[in-house]
């Protein structure tokens, strides 16, 4: 334990596989931090097979032995470990900066609300390309912060939580893919702000070195894409090390890095691109409604993916029950395997709409046309005789020309600002109450699932589980449950006739 104070204390989590060349670097920065606030250290051993837990025994910090491998799974051991209101969390090969507890400790002290911190990350002893496209990264976060007060990415090597609020969303989820560090913000965004420290975390190139830089990049590319697309894989915490004759080899990759630098800057604008339109809450591509009038304790319970039996039926008995009205953004081939349920979607007074064709978020990327919305209105149509108003794009993914092509079918584009987050496949409907009550505030649109995808018969029974809780909840904390028209104050449908005049028939 270092330092003396009445401050909360903090817990330093350094999950550990194979380290023991980096280990006592990283423990060294820890116990020279600056800092009046009293905190502990504890190393998680990821079953290591070298002298990792030695390392930290001898340096005097508390070690915990983890035998599931995976950066998910040791993170969540420090946690459990932890006796910290505040855990922060860096990797084994990193430096943390004098300031980087003090940094920690206050913005959680000035800001009450704050629920996860994340800083800046250098490479001092990186490969060339890397030193320049890390103070890039550093440098757009900075600027969405200062943009929007929201911090955009998590860096996995610097931040912190509050550990009563990440106990409230059921801990690290220990199916998080590769990209999970980004969906820690997802995880805690129902508790809390999440907020930027400026303490830079120096940390090691050896994953660039020992693998190659544009490799890794591409890597890390493709779990971004994988992760967006619903094809996430599980974390793992590779063991690293530099190959025999590495100093030549990273002689000659810089040479093909300062080759590379003139495309540098198309990179960054494709990424920031793909961000935007990965990121539901975008309106650079074109106006989203996320949310209603703030005025009133209203909000709009919203479903997606459906229909799906006997789910969807069994979420409307419910909304029967409790003689509450929902949209439902339907998927169009959905609709045609369950058109009874489409139907009863219509006539019990809920209001269905355009989830698209078969949600695919490819389309939503390469079909220049997006016939995915047509498609899906005619099935809608023909199915229940009805011409929806509303378009939610599959995980809230959006584009330029798929917008203009909604825009031009005369729907408006919903997004939300609330969810349950069952997408997760959460183990219990406690916690998809926890995340939406801790979110709503008047005029939210609450996203739910009555369906996954495509998945037929996919289980969505802890939604139906968790839903008369989240409506009574919210009842007796005055709110009023409309439909997405009611709450916007517009038709639910568009005229049938319209659609004739939009598509030239």
């Known amino acids: 334990m270092h330092g003396e104070s009445d401050r909360p204390l903090i817990s330093v989590i350094v999950p550990a596989y194979n380290e023991e060349l980096w280990l006592e670097q990283c423990i060294r920065a820890l116990q020279s931090q600056e800092t009046s606030v009293l905190y502990e250290i504890i190393v998680v051993d990821n079953n290591s097979t070298d002298s990792t837990a030695e390392v930290a025994e001898r340096l005097g910090v508390r070690v915990v032995h983890e035998s599931r491998r995976g950066l998910s799974f040791a993170r969540q051991a420090g946690q459990d470990a932890a006796r910290g209101e505040i855990v922060a969390h860096t990797d084994a090969d990193s430096a943390a900066p004098p300031d980087w507890i003090e940094s920690i400790a206050q913005a959680f ?6 629920a996860v911190v994340s800083g800046p990350m250098c490479f001092p002893s990186a490969p060339l390309l890397m030193q320049v496209v890390a103070p890039i990264q550093n440098f757009f976060i900075w600027l969405w912060w200062l943009l929007t007060g929201r911090l955009g990415v998590l860096n996995g090597c610097n931040f912190a939580l509050r550990a009563a609020f990440l106990a409230k969303a059921g801990g690290f989820a220990t199916g998080l893919p590769l990209t999970g560090d980004s969906l820690v913000l997802s995880i805690m965004r129902p508790y809390g702000t999440a907020r ?41 915490a590779p063991d690293i090390r530099l190959p025999d004759g590495w100093a030549v080899q990273i002689h000659r990759r810089r040479r093909a890095a300062l080759a590379l630098l003139p495309v540098l800057p198309v990179l960054v604008l494709a990424g920031s691109c793909a961000y935007m339109a990965i990121n539901p809450t975008s309106q650079v591509y074109g106006r989203i ?90 099935a809608i149509e023909q199915t229940t005789g009805v011409l929806p108003r509303f378009f939610r794009p599959p995980a809230g993914i959006h584009t330029p020309w798929q917008l203009k092509k909604v825009s031009s079918a005369g729907l408006t584009t919903v997004n939300w600002d609330s969810e349950g987050y069952d997408w997760q496949r959460p183990n219990s409907p406690e916690r998809i109450e926890q995340k939406v009550l801790a979110s709503v505030r008047p005029g939210s649109i609450i996203l739910l699932h009555d369906g996954d995808e ?36 517009t038709d639910a449908y568009q005229p049938r006739v319209a659609r004739a005049q939009s598509s030239g028939h």
Do not use: C
Request: net charge negative; charged share 25%; glycine share 8%.
């Open 109 to 114: 002290e000035e800001f009450p609300d704050t």
């Open 196 to 236: 930027r420290i400026g303490a830079k975390m120096r940390t090691s190139g050896r994953r660039f070195h020992g693998q190659g830089t544009l490799r890794v990049l591409t890597f890390y590319a493709h779990e971004q894409l994988a992760a967006a697309l619903g094809r996430e894989r599980l974390m793992s």
């Open 289 to 378: 409604v996320l949310h209603g009038p703030e005025g009133e304790k209203t909000v709009a319970l919203t479903f997606d993916d459906g229909p799906n039996e006997p789910f969807t039926s069994e979420i409307l008995d419910v909304l029967d029950r409790e003689g509450v009205k929902a949209t439902f953004f339907a998927v169009g081939v959905n609709v045609e395997t369950y058109p009874d349920a489409a139907r009863r979607i219509v006539a019990d007074g809920n209001v269905i709409a355009n989830h698209s064709w078969d949600h695919s978020r490819i389309a939503t990327a390469v079909d220049f046309r997006y016939s995915q919305v047509e498609r899906a209105q005619e």
């Open 454 to 489: 495509t998945r037929h018969g996919s289980d969505r029974s802890q939604t139906v589980a968790a839903l008369p809780v989240i409506i009574e909840t919210l009842r007796a904390e005055g709110y009023t449950f409309v439909t997405l028209p009611q709450m916007l104050d």
